[in-house]
């Protein structure tokens, strides 16, 4: 329905307008659910040069675009392209929201997931933590998503050697999956 859509949109309108690189976007976004990350990444390079076309290169929308891309690279292995477009994501996002903003509460747990790929752990631990307050705030404590974020920040204390904390994270994602989900 999308690649309909995209080619009708490009048709009538050209290739090269905000509808067409929305459309690429979600397109881009519909093939990372379905796995094809490459397929993914490539139409969202496109709606990337669109969208920093017609927007430049600090709007909000754009934002948007690097974080789906970077998450793109990141299922392809590339966790440095991926930390690197987060980064402008996050920055984006920052200026635009503010730092402890809802809208950026997952770039920073992927931006922290990447930083833990290339081995930054202590970087990674303060980006899911700051993650896992805006989720807290925005969601509650016991929310589905909490447990996802903590499993993530145990590894970093672990590879931190941090054992007490790590012990407490890990009990807290476990009760909090054990309510969602029976006793394990």
Do not use: F, W
């Given at each position: 329905r999308w690649e309909r859509a995209l080619k009708i949109q490009v048709r009538e309108d050209g290739p090269h307008n905000r509808q067409v690189a929305s459309t690429l976007g979600n397109l881009g976004n519909a093939y990372g659910t379905l796995g094809d990350a490459a397929r993914q990444r490539g139409?969202?390079?496109?709606?990337?040069?669109?969208?920093?076309?017609?927007?430049?290169?600090?709007?909000?929308?754009?934002?948007?675009?690097?974080?789906?891309?970077?998450?793109?690279?990141?299922?392809?292995?590339?966790?440095?392209?991926?930390?690197?477009?987060?980064?402008?994501?996050?920055?984006?996002?920052?200026?635009?929201?503010?730092?402890?903003?809802?809208?950026?509460?997952?770039?920073?747990?992927?931006?922290?997931?990447?930083?833990?790929?290339l081995g930054d752990a202590a970087r990674q631990r303060d980006l899911l933590d700051r993650a896992l307050a805006i989720d807290e705030r925005e969601y509650g404590p016991q929310h589905r998503s909490v447990p996802i974020t903590l499993a993530t920040l145990d590894c970093a204390h672990v590879t931190l050697g941090d054992a007490a904390r790590n012990r407490d994270i890990s009990s807290r994602a476990h009760k909090i999956q054990e309510r969602d989900n029976g006793p394990t």
């Open positions: 139409l969202l390079e496109r709606a990337l040069a669109i969208d920093e076309r017609e927007y430049g290169p600090q709007h909000r929308v754009v934002a948007i675009t690097l974080a789906n891309l970077g998450c793109a690279y990141g299922t392809l292995g590339d966790a440095a392209r991926k930390r690197d477009l987060l980064e402008r994501a996050l920055k984006i996002q920052e200026r635009e929201y503010g730092p402890q903003h809802r809208q950026d509460a997952s770039t920073p747990g992927h931006l922290g997931n990447a930083y833990g790929t």
